[in-house]
């Protein structure tokens, strides 16, 4: 499995940005998927999270009613984000979870996701 992601860059506090994170490899839409970020100087974070079938999504609390996680039926995870905080600035990277048992969670825990992408930068000007 390979995870590509793209769409980070500068945008102004308040301001929109999309991301997305193409897999190739195996059957994509047998994965659950997950976007982490890190800061400078602090640990990795999740940010949010989709289940295989797409019904089930969670959310980090200070992203919760700004960003929107969504997933096609191809080969492609989203994560919408709007309303940004200078607080967003990070590296964010997508995660995959292909093990069959838990595929239909959105989990938090990184320590789920067996693949990931290599980071796209996100800065967030005041």
């Known amino acids: 499995v390979q995870l590509q992601a793209s769409g980070g860059g500068l945008v102004q506090a308040g301001g929109s940005l999309r991301l997305s994170c193409a897999a190739s490899?195996?059957?994509?839409?047998?994965?659950?998927l997950g976007w982490f970020r890190q800061a400078p100087g602090k640990e990795r974070e999740f940010v949010a999270a989709?289940?295989?079938?797409?019904?089930?999504r969670g959310y980090t609390d200070s992203v919760k009613g700004r960003f929107t996680i969504s997933r096609d039926t191809k080969n492609t995870v989203y994560l919408q984000m709007d309303k940004m905080k200078p607080e967003d600035t990070a590296v964010y990277y997508c995660?995959?979870?292909?093990?069959?048992?838990?595929?239909?969670?959105?989990?938090?825990?990184?320590?789920?996701?067996?693949?990931w992408g290599q980071g796209t930068q996100v800065t967030v000007s005041s």
């Open positions: 490899g195996r059957t994509f839409s047998f994965y659950a």
């Open positions: 989709i289940s295989q079938s797409g019904r089930k």
């Open positions: 995660a995959a979870d292909t093990n069959p048992w838990t595929v239909n969670t959105a989990s938090g825990d990184s320590v789920q996701y067996d693949y």
